[in-house]
């Protein structure tokens, strides 16, 4: 068991234009795919994990995982993956839920301490994961990484049939924080979409 007791999901429901629309869970580094690799850095953070995709491939059954669909239809986005996940951990007895993505499998190993730690001290209904771009500290936010209240999903599913996509649009209406986390060698936030940047992910690794 986890001093921290929150559930984690794995959003995987994006249609990876930039990949001929292939599933980008399965794309392969090595021996590993990138959901491999992710399920491997969340499980040592979270003891409770589900995926959230859209995609009924029997590929996804094999990790033994819960795989949530998305509660409304129509591809909505992120903030539909984050609905859900709210959704799902509410009905497991969860006040908390945390999101990561699967297109990002070099997220940090303290991701799931740090964003807690915050919402404590904070007390904030959102705490979002972030990066320093460059050497002026200029701090980006990347939404889909996040600590989520899961009382938030009423609303959040309001704002949906309103027509809100974006994350940070609906967000700006709640109280959120941040954390910033930096790696001298690579952005801990670093995300694959094309494959260009599966070549410079094996790089890396190769170079770590």
Not at 40 to 57: F, G, H, P, V
Not at 109 to 115: F, G
Not at 191 to 205: F, G, H, M, S
Request: with cysteine; charged share 25%; net charge positive.
């Amino acid at each position: 068991m986890f001093d921290i007791n929150v559930p984690g999901v794995i959003l995987a429901g994006g249609q990876s234009r930039r990949m001929n629309r292939k599933d980008k869970s399965f794309l392969e580094i090595g021996e590993r795919t990138l959901l491999d690799m992710t399920i491997e850095r969340l499980s040592l953070q979270s003891d409770k994990m589900a995926i959230n995709t859209n995609s009924y491939s029997s590929k996804y059954k094999r990790y033994g995982l819960p795989i949530i669909h998305d509660h409304m239809e129509g591809y909505l986005g992120p903030l539909a993956g984050i609905l859900t996940s709210m959704k799902w951990a509410k009905d497991k007895g969860y006040e908390k839920v945390i999101t990561v993505a699967v297109d990002t499998p070099l997220f940090p190993l303290n991701l799931v301490n740090e964003l807690y730690q915050k919402m404590e001290v904070s007390n904030s209904d959102i705490v979002f994961a972030a990066s320093s771009a460059d050497r002026k500290q200029k701090k980006i936010l990347h939404p889909v990484f996040g600590l989520w209240k899961t009382d938030l999903c009423d609303d959040l599913r309001k704002e949906l049939e309103r027509g809100i996509r974006k994350v940070t649009l609906w967000s700006a209406n709640q109280k959120t924080s941040s954390v910033c986390f930096a790696n001298d060698l690579v952005d801990p936030f670093f995300n694959i979409n094309t494959p260009d940047d599966i070549e410079l992910l094996k790089e890396y690794i190769i170079k770590k």
